[in-house]
């Protein structure tokens, strides 16, 4: 092969080189990062780590910081120990899974469960890197349906599970709150597809915490299967997504099964640590999380006076509809310095809940962008 010349783009670079089939034409994952007043588009949370939270992180991350000449605890013993008394449920330690960030522990499920052959099904619209983990790994996509027969977003047991034997996945994604909808996912239907499959049943709970009240976890249903996963993440209600650290529960076995596939040592001696002196604070890390839920509330129900459909959220975001051209709006909003997310579902646009102030500049933006538009 010709060596490159300074002509060449990085596309045709790419294109030249021996890259996976199954990647190319493929786009990464790509959430804007722009630098703007009011960022809501990737559902983290809007508060700073209090104080005393980041005085007990610093103190734990220098503690380690002389023995970083060691390899860290391979099995972070500690930091299962602390996520399975933070879980609940009668969690024990050896049910216990961590990575860096939630993906990560979803990538060990595709990774030990999945793979060329194979086929993962999920629900969509629903999140964006179950598919991609799942390519990643050479793992056939199906995407399957939500709304019918009893809404656009609702997922009822009933369909998920005829989609589930239609489909006989290896592994299958639920998300509950589901991102972008909202939604919480009932626990019928974690139990359907749990009975009609005979794969590994995924339920993301990153924003579990934000649930109305009687909303059941998924970890309620652990015993006894053990083909089910729950994955929980730190990045949103302990607002800690730069730590990255994102866990979950599931048959001891299964957690065997990662450590087949897992790099060794993946899960750095500062992040245990910092990740267990925020679990030791869990109640002030999670003290936010009621305001912002007020946040999301309010958006809730002011968006209709915009003439706007917002769809009622179990999360830390609002999924709204009614737009006659979502790009043009998520533009508008861009430059009165707000940011939100399309998330590619037509007339639709995606809002994290923030701040007080945050939600106020938002809706301000909002209702300015729509009135100029009538
Ligand atoms: N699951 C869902 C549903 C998410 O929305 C996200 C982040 N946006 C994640 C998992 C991954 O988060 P993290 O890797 O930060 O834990």
């Known amino acids: 092969m010709p060596p ?26 790509g959430a804007p990062q722009l630098a703007v ?11 700073d780590v209090p104080v005393e939270v980041v005085a ?37 330690p050896a ?80 998300c509950s709150p589901n991102n972008p909808t909202g939604t919480s996912v009932g626990l019928d239907v974690v139990e359907a597809v749990y009975e009609r499959s005979r794969g590994i049943v995924v339920v993301d709970e990153a924003y579990v915490e934000f649930s109305r009240p009687g909303t059941p976890s998924a970890l309620t249903l652990l015993p006894g299967r053990e083909r089910l996963v729950v994955s929980r993440t730190m990045s949103k209600a302990f607002a800690l997504a730069g730590a990255r650290l994102g866990y979950l529960a599931a048959d001891p076995a299964v957690c065997d099964a990662f450590r087949l596939v897992r790099l060794p040592y993946h899960l750095s001696a500062l992040t245990q640590a910092a990740a267990r002196a925020a679990l030791w604070h869990a ?32 999360a830390n975001f609002v999924l709204f509809g009614g737009l006659d051209d979502e790009k043009r709006v998520w533009r508008a909003l861009l430059e009165y310095g707000v940011l939100v ?29 729509m009135e100029a538009s009538r």
């Not at 588009?41 to 508060?47: I, P």
């Not at 037509?346 to 962008?369: Q, Y």
């Open 37 to 47: 007043p009011i960022r809501l588009n990737t559902n983290e949370n809007s508060y």
């Open 95 to 174: 049910q216990v899974w961590a990575g860096n960030g939630s993906n990560e522990v979803l990538q060990h499920v595709v990774q030990a469960f999945g793979g060329p052959g194979r086929t993962a099904l999920g629900f969509t619209p629903s999140y964006s890197m179950h598919p991609i983990i799942s390519t990643g790994t050479g793992t056939a996509w199906v995407d399957g349906l939500r709304g019918a027969p009893s809404g656009v977003f609702d997922l009822t047991a009933e369909h998920a599970a005829a989609q589930v034997e239609e489909h006989d996945p290896d592994v299958v994604f639920l």
């Open 56 to 92: 007990a992180i610093v103190d734990a991350v220098r503690k380690e910081a002389v023995h970083l000449n060691r390899y860290p605890d391979r099995e972070f013993t500690a930091l299962r120990e602390d996520l399975a008394t933070y879980l609940g449920h009668d969690v024990t």
């Open 341 to 369: 997310r399309d998330v590619g579902i037509a007339h639709h646009l995606r809002v994290t809940a923030g701040t007080p102030e945050e939600t106020t500049s938002f809706l301000d933006a909002l209702e300015s962008v």
């Open 283 to 314: 109640d002030v890390l999670l003290s936010t999380v009621e305001a912002i839920k007020e946040q999301r509330d309010r958006i809730v129900a002011t968006l209709p006076s915009f003439g706007l459909l917002p769809v009622a959220s179990d």
């Open 4 to 29: 490159t010349t300074s002509a060449d783009s990085a596309a045709d670079t790419l294109a030249r080189l021996p890259l996976r089939d199954d990647l190319r034409g493929r786009t990464p994952y």
